[in-house]
């Protein structure tokens, strides 16, 4: 596995999220219940790489096993802070991190929603960090999955170690 001497930025780190930045990704992480604050801190993450990255930008997202589903309200402002980026956000893949049945229809049916609506991007919704890294490799190029899954990790270790 190779290790980059490139870290993390935290741009963000709450209990419900955090959010970093490796290169052209965004990497967030759902931990609990999105905040309002944490919503906004996503916004202006991509309306910043938006500015500073003018051949766009990649978001890889992770909603933890045990995080509630966010209601209508923070679904929406999840949605309209992608859509800030403009075209800048080139595609966005998040893993839903919980396990079983329910898990799995909970993914197919976002998979369909992703159908039905009209994307300016591609999307995805999957079950592990390794499937989300394969399925950014891809579509943004020049990425090494392995080295993507341990940023990751990296940011996700950061924001948890603040909040123990």
């Not at 001497?5 to 999220?17: F, G, K, M």
């Not at 909603?63 to 956000?89: F, H, K, L, V, Y």
């Not at 197919?108 to 960090?129: C, S």
């Amino acid at each position: 596995m190779a290790l980059s001497t490139e870290s993390v930025r935290i741009l963000h780190a709450a209990p419900d999220c955090g959010i970093g930045v490796w290169r052209h990704f965004v990497l967030i992480v759902w931990r609990q219940k999105p905040t309002a604050e944490s919503v906004a801190a996503l916004r202006r993450t991509y309306v910043q790489l938006g500015r500073e990255l003018p051949d766009g930008f990649w978001a890889l997202g992770a909603i933890e096993a045990g995080a509630p589903q966010p209601e209508a309200a923070e679904r929406t402002a999840i949605a309209d802070a992608m859509n800030a980026a403009g075209s800048q956000m080139r595609g966005s893949v998040v893993v839903l991190e919980a396990t079983g049945f329910l898990a799995a229809t909970i993914r197919t049916a976002l998979g369909a929603m992703i159908l039905l609506t009209r994307a300016k991007f591609p999307r995805a919704f999957v079950a592990t960090l390794d499937e989300a890294a394969s399925w950014m490799r891809a579509r943004a190029p020049g990425v090494d999955p392995h080295e993507l899954v341990e940023r990751f990790e990296e940011m996700r270790s950061a924001v948890r170690a603040r909040f123990a």
